[in-house]
């Protein structure tokens, strides 16, 4: 039987993340279960009185081309594994997928094996690189600027300077700064931001250590020289350093020497082509067709 969630269903749901995601930080699931979710997002198949499957339904606002669309991003997806190859996930999914065409025009979820979303008729429309950044790729210089305990205003002010050169991005406001600083401290991570000499904040960077290496979960800045000071304060963290950002950003011209990958990150669902064609007077049949009339780079970097 598939239901949306109810409140008493809540620590059986985060026993399912901790069985079905071991690769997920514990400190995460906590934090997301205490501060980010609700029951009336997450949808649920009970056998037996058992909840063996379920996901949730984030909704979201996405800026594309100058509109703000109604969007949702699909995560958490998991079955626990004695009952994986039943059809109980599919059968979730259809049913979630129905309420999305009947709501909004995009729906997007982030997976490990797109193979397995491709039935449903997602896509992957974004792409991130992942710069190993090293002592040797970046030069050395003082950490005079940097600070780490930048205010959830200062981080807004450059977000919103920042995003204006790409499309397909989620409008953040204060409150997901205030929310966004105490999630990362929860990981056990770090928001350090760079300011220039007149005080202006240019920059910042999201730092999450991972044993003996360093994920930058996402960078802001608005030249050179504020990412350069944020890599380095990064490698002072630790010597190896991964940098993720977007496919449309080129970090060999400032880093040549830093080996580095593009992978699928968030695949597109186009729930309704007809009404795509009606908004942005644009033909459209796929989802890759709709993306494919961004006028600027996607920026689709969130997760939850």
């Not at 190859?85 to 059968?91: L, R, W």
């Not at 204060?174 to 931001?193: C, D, P």
Request: proline share 4%.
């Amino acid at each position: 039987m598939i239901v949306k969630a109810n409140s008493e269903q809540t620590n059986e749901i985060r026993k399912l993340w901790l069985t079905c995601f071991p690769k997920e930080d514990p400190r995460y699931i906590d934090y997301y279960f205490k501060n980010i979710y609700t029951p009336e997002n997450c949808y649920v198949n009970v056998v037996d009185n058992k909840v063996v499957s379920a996901l949730m339904r984030n909704p979201h606002a996405l800026m594309f081309n100058g509109r703000v669309l109604q969007a949702s991003m699909i995560i958490g997806v998991a079955t626990l594994p004695q009952y994986r190859k039943k059809g109980y996930m599919k059968e979730l999914m259809n049913v979630v997928l129905d309420a999305c065409e009947h709501s909004e025009l995009i729906t997007m979820i982030q997976a490990e094996d797109p193979a397995i979303y491709e039935q449903f008729g997602f896509r992957t429309v974004y792409r991130r690189q992942d710069y190993t950044i090293e002592r040797k790729d970046v030069k050395r210089i003082t950490n005079f600027g940097c600070a780490y305990e930048p205010t959830p205003i200062d981080l807004l002010k450059v977000y919103s300077a920042f995003i204006r050169r790409f499309n397909g991005f989620y409008p953040r406001d204060l409150e997901y700064f205030k929310r966004y600083k105490k999630e990362i401290t929860a990981v056990g991570g770090k928001i350090v931001a760079y300011y220039d000499s007149k005080d202006q904040i240019r920059g910042y960077a999201v730092m999450i250590p991972q044993g003996n290496e360093l994920r930058v979960e996402e960078i802001v800045y608005l030249d050179s020289m504020s990412l350069v000071k944020l890599c380095n304060a990064a490698l002072q963290e630790r010597r190896i350093v991964h940098l993720l950002v977007s496919e449309a950003e080129n970090l060999s011209l400032v880093f040549p020497e830093a080996r580095h990958k593009t992978y699928g990150s968030t695949m597109c669902r186009l729930n309704d082509a007809n009404l795509f064609m009606r908004v942005y007077n644009r033909r459209v049949i796929t989802v890759e067709d709709a993306f494919g009339i961004s006028r600027r780079p996607l920026n689709l970097n969130e997760f939850a």
